[in-house]
């Protein structure tokens, strides 16, 4: 792909042409960072997290997040302590 030029709006904004998007896999709603690299930035994609995939499993009821915390680090020091994968 060769150099993509684009304008600055006014409000510091800049539209990301569809050829990059489409190449960086990039749609609406999606996060980039900007990466300081020398005198230039580096535009990286990043994934999803946690947070984005919340909702996205049916469960009945009120969750105790705080709950399902401590028991997810409990069994994840079992493991370890047993070397378990």
Avoid: C, W
């Amino acid at each position: 792909m060769n150099s993509l030029i684009v304008r600055v709006g006014r409000r510091g904004q800049v539209t990301l042409p569809r050829a990059l998007r489409r190449r960086l896999r990039l749609q609406a709603g999606d996060r980039v960072a900007f990466i300081p690299f020398g005198d230039r930035f580096l535009l990286q994609p990043l994934g999803k997290t946690l947070l984005d995939l919340r909702g996205s499993v049916p469960v009945e009821g009120p969750q105790d997040f705080d709950e399902l915390r401590r028991q997810a680090i409990a069994a994840h020091a079992q493991r370890v302590e047993s070397n378990e994968p």
